[in-house]
């Protein structure tokens, strides 16, 4: 299935499998994997459990924000990436990173930053996303 949901779609399902995980509800598959990338981001706890006050937040990296938001929606895109192997080659720069750092959440961090550097590229030279900027960026960390 191609997971393509909007700004308030991608809030809402952070939203709703974070408050599904703490009533104990059932969860589909894809909703316990962000419940439990939230549960290892203690410090945006607030925002999933005050969503009234968060949901519509602008957050300005020149202010120096963090969106937490698009923080977890990237580490569920990474987490699909090394399923799937796609681009191909990134399960094994995931792997090696884990050892590197002894951490796969601090992997995966790592893997974030060369994810927002391809898509930074993209958006600087209106062109398609390039998996061969994400996998050299990855290459030299």
């Known amino acids: 299935m191609f997971f393509n949901p909007s700004r308030d779609e991608a809030r809402n399902f952070l939203i709703d499998s974070w408050r599904k995980r703490r009533e104990r509800v059932l969860l589909t598959p894809l909703e316990d994997l962000a419940a439990q990338l939230i549960e290892k981001h203690p410090e945006y706890f607030s925002v999933f459990e005050d969503p009234e006050r968060y949901l519509a937040r602008e957050y300005l990296?020149?202010?120096g924000e963090a969106n937490p938001?698009?923080?977890?929606?990237?580490?569920?895109?990474?987490?699909?990436?090394i399923s799937i192997d796609q681009p191909p080659g990134?399960?094994?720069?995931?792997?090696?990173?884990?050892?590197?750092?002894?951490s796969e959440h601090d992997a995966q961090h790592r893997m974030m930053e060369c994810l927002s550097e391809m898509i930074w590229q993209a958006q600087r030279h209106k062109t398609q996303p390039d998996p061969a900027v994400y996998l050299r960026c990855l290459a030299e960390h």
């Open 69 to 81: 938001f698009l923080h977890l929606m990237m580490h569920l895109t990474i987490e699909e990436q």
């Open 90 to 102: 990134i399960r094994a720069h995931f792997v090696r990173l884990t050892h590197h750092f002894e």
């Open 61 to 63: 990296p020149e202010q």
